[in-house]
């Protein structure tokens, strides 16, 4: 199945610096790349997404880029609030298949 | 709220034992996904279904069997249960099988 690894596994940062977090993969077929964020005890949601033909999207403070060739994509979030603070997984999809990176805990110190 | 219904939320039992959790997508989804997630650990897939038929099978243990329903509900059966396959189930549906996942409350089964 697909090798699915995230970086860094955890990330703090101050408040209002921006994070970025890297998520590789190994199988070229994969063509949707979702990002979904996990607070404590609660279940994941999506935050943002990205097809294969695109090669980067914005929703507010929140960005994705995805570089095919090199097979990883990239969760920026800038200005960060302590809102932010939560698990962040990526999912590339191939075919039938969700695999999930193993998590980056983000902490963003007030 | 996700749409997506997954009951008990809560199931503590014993060693041996069997359960079944249950969740019901969200209207119009056809793909139920069912994970599992153990403490401060990742999504680990167990099991896909679409429209009724598998479609992929992931680190599914061969004592846990899932199925879905023609009305699209979905059953995951944990049968022999081990202190270890304590852990935090998720259901998540979706519309087609590239598209967002949508996640339910999840079922918290804890073996003693």
């Known amino acids: 199945g697909e090798n699915v690894e995230q970086h860094p596994s955890t990330l703090s940062v101050q408040e209002g610096d921006s994070a970025v977090i890297k998520c590789t993969y190994s199988?070229?077929?994969?063509?949707?790349f979702p990002w979904y964020k996990q607070e404590l005890g609660k279940r994941p949601q999506l935050i943002i997404d990205?097809?294969?033909?695109?090669g980067e999207k914005k929703d507010q403070r929140i960005a994705v880029t995805l570089n095919k060739t090199a097979k990883h994509f990239s969760l920026h979030i800038t200005e960060t609030q302590p809102e932010d603070s939560a698990v962040y997984f990526c999912?590339?999809?191939?075919?039938?298949?969700?695999?999930f990176g193993t998590g980056t805990s983000l902490t963003v110190i007030p | 709220d996700s749409g997506v219904t997954q009951t008990p939320k809560h199931l503590i039992t014993a060693t041996g034992q069997r359960v079944t959790l249950r969740c019901s997508p969200r209207?119009?989804?056809?793909?139920v996904y069912w994970y599992q997630q153990s403490l401060d650990q990742g999504l680990q897939f167990l099991i896909q279904?679409?429209?009724?038929?598998?479609?992929a099978k992931g680190n599914i243990l061969e004592r846990f069997s899932a199925q879905q329903f023609p009305d699209l509900h979905s059953e995951l059966n944990l049968s022999s249960l081990e202190l270890g396959d304590s852990a935090l189930y998720f259901c998540?549906?979706?519309?087609?099988?590239?598209?967002?996942?949508?996640f339910g409350n999840g079922t918290r089964l804890t073996v003693t």
């Open positions: 279904y679409y429209n009724g038929e598998e479609r």
């Open positions: 999912a590339p999809n191939t075919g039938n298949q969700f695999y």
């Open positions: 990205i097809r294969s033909n695109v």
């Open positions: 998540a549906s979706s519309v087609v099988q590239d598209s967002p996942l949508h």
């Open positions: 199988d070229s077929a994969s063509n949707y």
């Open positions: 209207s119009g989804d056809l793909s």
